[in-house]
């Protein structure tokens, strides 16, 4: 009798092979492609709107941020790097390759004055508001 060593995660991803459906193995297909979306929160205070999301290993070198017709687009690149040549990785789970996160900002957002920073791997885009206009009701003399 030999011993079989046990290895769970072989049995799940053997698992997941065989009951997966074709979508599921489609939606796998593209993130091996290079393609993935990283988590963003969106919270608003009396001031600004901030968009933080989460971008692991991104320089900011590799992040675009883009305003056009009053959407917001966050796009970039998280690359591989095999830090040791000599490392066999036996298993990548994270998403690697380019992204990009579009949002529409409301009408009362002042677009001159968008900044971004990043810290810790969190982008944050502070989006601060500008002032509404109430519209103004105008008597008009009939003549």
Do not use: C
Not at 113 to 125: M, N, P, Q, S
């Amino acid at each position: 009798m030999s011993i079989v060593r046990w290895e769970p995660m072989r049995e799940l991803d053997e698992f997941f092979r065989r009951f997966s459906t074709p979508a599921m193995r489609g939606a796998r297909e593209l993130s091996a492609a290079g393609e993935w979306s990283p988590a963003a929160d969106i919270s608003e205070t009396s001031a600004e709107y901030v968009i933080k999301a989460e971008l692991p290993e991104v320089k900011k070198e590799d992040v675009k941020i883009t305003l056009q017709n009053g959407v917001i687009t966050i796009a970039g690149e998280r690359k591989h790097v095999k830090e040791d040549k000599d490392a066999n990785e036996l298993r990548i789970e994270s998403f690697y390759g380019t992204f990009s996160r579009s949002f529409a900002l409301p009408e009362n957002t002042d677009e001159a004055a968008i900044r971004a920073e990043t810290k810790d791997g969190v982008l944050r885009v502070h989006i601060p508001k500008t002032q509404v206009k109430n519209p103004k009701s105008i008597q008009i003399q009939v003549q």
